[in-house]
């Protein structure tokens, strides 16, 4: 007999009835833009970008960004994943050309930038986060709600306002000066920012797609920009071109 007395059935039974309950209970992953929409970057360009307007000035001594992006650009290729630009490059995010993913503040020098080994971004939707806190320099990155080894960097450094944030380009002058090399291809979605950092409770929400706070600095569900080029501003799951916001 498979199993020896009503006592092994029960237990059995007790852990079907458990782990169905659990799977049940599972919160669901967004893996969806939130609001539906996506900017989707066709192709390398030295033209295409969209220009983002913040809610309030980027003055920053800490911060919180995250996205969702899905890219098939090769891993030996500098992506530009994020560009302020003031008078020079004053905050930027990049995956490096060893693969690596990157934060620099006010300098454009890879010695200057602090670097995370990461997984690759995929042709499926990848949530990325980035935070940093003046006060310690503290420093991770999080990939789709689990955060990297913290690294410190640039303690005591504040971000100043004044500049130009683009997705897809990295200006080398403000709206300007873009190498079609560094370009984004791909799409990005869900991408807020606050101007402090959250917490892991709360980028775990938002990685799930659950209650979070309303990002300060970028919210994307009243995200104000501009378009440059050939941008795609585009439901998820319809085919007609948006107008821009």
């Given amino acids: 007999t498979l199993f020896r007395s009503a006592t092994d059935m029960g237990i059995m039974n007790a852990l079907i009835a458990a782990f169905t309950l ?8 967004k893996t969806c833009c939130s609001s539906g929409r996506t900017f989707i970057f066709p192709k390398e360009s030295s033209t295409n970008g969209v220009i983002m307007n913040p809610e309030i000035p980027l003055e920053l001594d800490a911060f919180t960004l995250c996205m969702r992006l899905t890219s098939e650009l090769p891993n030996d290729r500098d992506i530009i994943l994020f560009s302020y630009f003031k008078d020079g490059d004053e905050l930027n995010i990049w ?3 060893d693969g690596r993913f990157s934060l620099y503040f006010r300098s454009s020098d890879r010695d200057s930038a602090v670097m995370f080994k990461l997984p690759p971004i995929t042709t499926f939707s990848n949530h990325l986060c980035v935070t940093w806190e003046s006060s310690t320099g503290l420093t991770a990155f999080w990939v789709n709600g689990e955060r990297s080894v913290r690294k410190r960097y640039n303690s005591g450094f504040k971000v100043q306002p004044g500049g130009v944030v683009i997705l897809g380009q990295d200006q080398d002058s403000v709206e300007n000066s873009f190498d079609i090399t560094q370009s984004f291809v791909g799409e990005i979605c869900d991408l807020n920012m606050w101007n402090y950092a959250l917490s892991c409770e709360q980028i775990h929400n ?3 797609g659950l209650e979070f706070p309303k990002g300060n600095i970028f919210d994307w569900n009243t995200l104000s920009y501009t378009v440059l080029g050939d941008v795609l501003v585009q439901p998820e799951d319809e085919y007609e071109t948006q107008e821009n916001q």
């Fill in 22 to 29: 659990l799977v049940v209970c599972l919160p669901e992953i």
């Fill in 95 to 97: 995956r490096e050309v």
């Fill in 206 to 208: 938002v990685y799930k």
